[in-house]
């Protein structure tokens, strides 16, 4: 390979990989909620509060980190909204979720007029977390330049991937939330809590979708637009589709998909010629291949979606 | 109407109803945040969208895409179907409606009109099909299949109207960032052609066609043995498939239909409104405003007519309370309220049933 190429490959890579780092917070928080039972279509709007909160908070303190787990904290408390409706009110998730959605666009435009006064965008923080947090890493050849351009959230994701799939598969609370989306009726039989396994895991899932929001705000630009999550939560919805609702196969999926979307960026400037819509269009397309049994069959937890009322007799 | 009946309408009624107050009273609360007074901010609400003929125009083209998008998810509902793809089944309903207009543009406006929603409506009845088919052949869950489809049709549009209907191409001007246009012939009429008093306002005969379109599908859902078929699925599948109903041959035809609705949305809008369709790198919001619409009319045609007018008429009435200097995001926080009360509905529940028993406390 000439320099020019690995410097193309480099670029792409680095890109790809920074990309699919708010999708792989995100799609783990899908797995959590959906491996419970209960069909998280919020994320798209979760990602905005956190987003959103996160740029609030570092701007009040001038602390990123602090940034981060105001994300964290205003994730969670959306979630409990979808968590009280669909547990414990026994509504319907979905709708709760299109709520969600709806609710968190405008609260955070009201919002961003109250405190900046103005509309569209915030303006930058001064500190965020946009650096390599290793520099010695950036002294490896060739893969120094790599490094150099990963955040903090990078490496965080990686590691929220490996904690995700230890929790979930080598627990015994990990074989709970499993139980109780595949058939909480026999869970409930054998004594798990059923509510507040539900609970905890859409919980989680806030903050891990808040967590996505902040990388995509303090992590990517500095500042908060408004429509910048412009899908990516339901995107990542797809890639825990398409990851079977594993964390390490979400992890791929997402990883694919910020490689297409990393192309298709990279493509008019470096002369590749294909429809940038192709490539815009790939997560979905493969997605809804993957669904119909095309690319590996995925399918959902059991009782994903569905209420549960505890027998009272 | 007779006591049963009044009982009926108050059953059915109350939900949204409280709903609906709930979603002003928390409003309310962001509007004295933001510094203003509710009263004035609701009064200049209504006054802009329903104080005069010009005004009540405006609102009503605002209420004409959401008769058919609520009427789309209102009818999936009916066959326990979520369709929260009425958003992307605008979007191909209104391309098809372009291309449509554009490559048949030689026939008489009297043809082409109807040719031009005949098609949207089937396009978006095609789209919508790919998910009642999915469903129903692999038990693919409609929600994240039509989710994924309008993101599908959204780029895809955007690709059409960058290389193959856009004015560069067709009638050799500079690049555009939006389709040709359907000729002047086959556009729906405006009011103010027949009613001068509509004045400025962009209402059009599109509105006629969703209040038809309500009327027909009470027909079909209530009147037919195709609408008991459709409602028995939803109600109790299993019930109606041991009665004999196909399950599968139902899903299918009610996310046809659905997607029919939606797609007509779109034609219309682009016959009677727009004219052309623009790139975008957002949904337009018109899908996902039906399944509120929807819900607030309680999945009934006549509900649906009552309902979308209520949404034209806070959508009318958010650029109204802008100029009155209320940040108009306080729109969509009570939208959401009213939607999130609707899908928790035992807390409204709760409430009307205290309501109910102190009242019988009193009458004792």
Known sequence: MDNGTTVVVIAIVASAIRLATPLIFASLGGVFSERSGVVNIA????????AFFAVLFTHLTGNPWIGVLAAIIIGILTSLLLAVVSIHLRGNQVVAGVAINLLAVSLTAFLLEMVWNRSGSTPSVEKALTDNPFEFLEGIPVLGDLFSRFTPFVYFAFLMVGISYYVLFKTSFGLRIRAVGEHPRAADTVGINVYMTRYICVMISGALAGIAGASLSIGTISLFREGMTAGKGFIALAAMIFGKWHPVGALFACLFFGLADAIQIQAQSFGIPIAQEFLQMLPYVATILALAGVVGRSVAPKADGQPYEKDMG | MNKNGLKWLWDNLKLPLIAIVLGFVIGAFFII??????IVAYTALFKGSVGGLTKIGETLYK???LIFTGLSVAFAFRTGLFNIGAEGQYIVGSITAIAIGWYFQNLPGTILLPLILFFGALAGGIWASIAGFLKARFGVHEVITTIMLNYTALIGTNYIIRTVLNP?????????AFSVSIPEKARLSKLSEFIPQFGYSSAHTGIFIGIACALAIYYLLFKTTLGYEIRSVGFNPEAAEYGGISKKKNIVLAMFISGILAGLAGAVQVAGLIYKVNMSAAMSGYGFDGIAVALVGGNHPI????????FGVLSNGSRKMQLAGIPKEVIGIIQGVIIIFIAGKLVVQLIAKRKKTAVHKEAE
């Open chain 2, 168 to 176: 560069q191409v067709l009638e050799g001007t500079t690049k555009m």
């Open chain 2, 303 to 310: 509900g649906v007519l009552a309902s979308a007018l209520l």
């Open chain 1, 43 to 50: 994320l798209e709007g979760i990602m905005i509060m956190g």
């Open chain 2, 63 to 65: 209420t004409t895409p």
């Open chain 2, 33 to 38: 945040i933001a510094g203003s007074n509710p």
